[in-house]
């Protein structure tokens, strides 16, 4: 099994910025596409963005032009960098990775880590 482990969630101010940290580790041969969700109180789950091996990145039209992800394929670990937030931008965010364990591909979940946009 994967463990993808979130960090760098907190509390910010409008207009502020928060880095998120997402590291993947275990029975890992392959790291696939990985992305980050949220899900803020009361609604459904939803796709933030998305980025590939080769670093072609994805976002969903509310994040664009605010919100950047990367990852560093040698650490197996991929980042949000979350500039401009908005009260609305608070939710708890989560890591997610497809990948392949030797024996086959798998998609995992971390745990989340909690943004709170907030004066």
């Known amino acids: 099994q994967v463990q993808l482990v979130e960090s760098g969630g907190g509390l910010v101010q409008p207009g502020g910025s928060l880095r998120l940290s997402c590291a993947a580790s275990g029975s890992i041969l392959s790291l696939y596409t990985m992305g980050w969700y949220r899900q803020a109180p009361g609604k459904q789950r939803e796709l933030v963005a998305t980025?590939?091996?080769?670093?072609?990145?994805n976002y969903a039209d509310f994040v664009k032009g605010r919100f950047s992800i990367s990852r560093d394929n040698a650490k197996n670990t991929m980042y949000l960098q979350m500039n401009s937030l908005k009260p609305e931008d608070t939710a708890v965010y989560y890591c997610?990775?497809?990948?392949?364990?030797?024996?086959?591909?798998?998609?995992?979940w971390g745990q989340g880590t909690q943004v709170t946009v907030s004066s």
């Open positions: 980025i590939t091996v080769n670093g072609g990145t």
């Open positions: 997610n990775a497809n990948y392949n364990n030797g024996y086959k591909n798998l998609q995992g």
